[in-house]
């Protein structure tokens, strides 16, 4: 059987717009994923209670991104759905912990590392195996941001992916024990994907009223990469070392641990990292994106392994960059299974006044 590609979704014009579209093209997704959220409430907490929290949240996310806050509000028209619903889906702070049970494993490698010198990332997404049906492609070109291509669970919000500047945006979540009501992280993610420059994408993850952060791994073409390893109040910049860099869901850097949620339960991801970076070493200088469709397939450790089978979280997509290229390939399901399907985008162009 061949693996399908993700269904992929075009949208383009101004925030709102680019939203409603997102949600006319994937309403029966949205609605389905939506009715669903009641089921997956954290103990002892309320629909209501969740909608209530999730105003203390909006405030800030107005403030800081009224683009993407437009956005929102454009799915939700384009869906159907009431937007205060639409918010709650993307403050994922509140859903924690069980809700998500989410794993991944970043690997990049650039310069000296790659076969031609290209800047090349790859990524597993672990979440639940049911959310597998959920997700689709989604090809954006939004205000006057560039032209962007991601990874997301029914159109609500981007697990990964790149844009026509060249910039990637993946990483892993982070189990972090100092949340508060501010901007979700899933916002601060789509602002690097509309970083026209790396420096943008480092001020994203930087963002002072975040509620929360991932481990934003970002790169762009000329080779810059780093795994922006933040909580709410405190990041650690991690820049790659010896043209390698690799990374999964604990917090590596010794200034960061005091915001691990669970220093007890970081096994999984402190065998999956340093997996990750002995295959990264040993083959330094053959990396290529044939060959990174090996590695995200290995199996040491299975099934926690970097291609995750069987546990609360399964790899349920892999995606292979090209920076340099502006190109990606991207595989539904377990990598070991998968068929990588091939995007390109083509290359943002600098306005006239942009400074060089
Ligand atoms: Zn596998």
Redo the contacts with the bound molecule.
Sequence with gaps: MPVEPFPLVQAHGDHRQAGRQIGEALRPQIQRYMSSLPDSLPAGVTWEGMLDQSRLYLAPARAAYPQYTAELEGIAEGAGVAFERVFLSHCEELWEPAVWARGCTDLVARGRATVDGSTLVAHTNDLRASVEDDLVILQVQAGDEPEFLGVSVAGLGYSAGFNAAGISMTGNELANNDIRPGVPRLLVVRAILAARRLGEALDACLLPQRASSYNNVIADAHGEVYSMEGSATDCEPIYIEDDLLAHANHYASPAMRRFEADRNDIGSSVYRHNRARRLLQENRGRLSPELFQALL?D?AG?PA?I???GLESV?VFSLILNLNERRAWIGRG????TAYHEYTLAPWTPPEDWPS
Excluded: I, L
């Excluded at 377990?334 to 299974?337: A, D, K, N, T, V």
């Design positions: 397939a199996h299975y392994s291609c995750k089978h790899t377990r990598p070991c299974q």
